[in-house]
């Protein structure tokens, strides 16, 4: 089922050892693979990796719905990759979820594309509500939709539902998620065909994502993450998963109150357990000072870079 014969021209980054950034930090935990020739030759199976990253549940899950989607979209030749915490080797059943990009070499039509919409809801029926299906979190389109930006049919699955968009473009962070820690499950990989994204993108996405939190950050652990992550990106222009990157933030003394982003982590750690513990529950509701605190110190070092010259 799965398959890895085609990947990209980047040296590929998946589950298993340690992540580098420029410094030499590890910013994650990551698998290396062999390149030759330009091309990058995955030591393992996407099916091993998936069951290592989300169990044998979650492994079947997965190959479940990328058999239903290769078959429904065989005519279009579809290419399927995986990314974020499944890839990247910080899955947590409870609070992650399976992100994945899937693209086709030819338009997709409207009647195939509403049939596509509430697919995930449809497996999680048919397999006796497997939580695993409403976990997918990603988008459907024709290649030259997505990485051009054109105008067509995207079938769109999110935290808050799914639809159909006229136009959607990959943010920057998506984009630097793939590239480095993507995982072909079956088709082509098509990372040869997306640039990394520039300074001046990676620092807008961070602005819009400080903007998020100023406006909706409260009684929420992965806010603290989300920070975190915006600032090691900000610092270092890569990627880290959401736990390196509070660890990182704690390593360099960036978080106000400490003791907070410590707790965080543990969450993040086993939140199914710790999430239904109501202790835990009363305590989200009093973090909504120290979310905006530790914004205060994203603010501050966005503001640097500003005026360092660098333009957001």
């Known amino acids: 089922m799965f398959s890895v014969e085609f990947v ?4 590929e980054i998946c589950s298993g050892g340690s992540v580098w ?8 935990q990551g698998r290396e693979v062999k390149v030759s020739m330009g091309i990058v030759q995955a030591e393992r199976s996407a099916a091993e990796f998936c069951f290592e990253a989300v169990g044998e549940k979650g492994s079947r899950s997965i190959e479940k719905m990328s058999a239903r989607l290769q078959a429904m979209l065989a005519e279009y030749e579809p290419s399927m990759m995986l990314y974020g915490s499944v890839t990247m080797n910080d899955f947590k059943f409870g609070w992650s979820d399976i992100d994945f990009c899937l693209v086709t070499e030819r338009p997709i039509p409207q009647e195939l594309c509403q049939s596509l919409v509430f697919l995930r809801q449809q ?3 048919e397999n006796d509500q497997d939580p695993f299906f409403r976990l997918f979190e990603g988008v459907i389109a024709a290649r030259e939709t997505l990485l051009s930006a054109k105008e067509d049919m995207v079938v769109y699955w999110g935290t808050s539902g ?5 136009e959607f473009s990959l943010d920057p962070f998506t984009k630097m998620e793939l590239i480095r820690d993507g995982v072909l499950v079956f088709g082509r990989d098509f990372r040869n065909l997306l640039s990394f994204p520039s300074r001046a993108e990676v620092l807008r996405a961070i602005q819009r994502h400080y ?4 406006k909706y950050g409260a009684s929420d652990a992965g806010w603290l993450l989300d920070t ?11 990627i880290a998963a959401k736990t390196a990157a509070g660890e990182w933030a704690l390593e360099h003394h960036l978080c106000p109150n400490p003791e907070v982003m410590k707790k965080a982590l543990e969450i993040r750690r086993n939140p ?3 999430l239904k513990d109501e202790s835990v529950t009363k305590w989200l509701k009093t973090i909504t000072p120290q979310i905006q605190e530790f914004a205060d ?3 501050n070092a966005l503001q640097k870079e500003m005026r360092s010259g660098s333009e957001v």
Do not use: H, W
């Open 211 to 214: 903007e998020a939190i100023r």
């Open 8 to 11: 990209s021209l980047f040296t």
């Open 297 to 299: 110190v994203l603010e």
């Open 123 to 125: 497996m999680a029926d």
């Open 162 to 166: 799914q639809r159909i968009l006229s």
């Open 21 to 28: 950034d420029a410094g030499g930090k590890n910013a994650g």
């Open 228 to 238: 975190a992550r915006c600032l090691y990106t900000l610092k270092t222009n890569q």
């Open 272 to 274: 199914e357990k710790l």
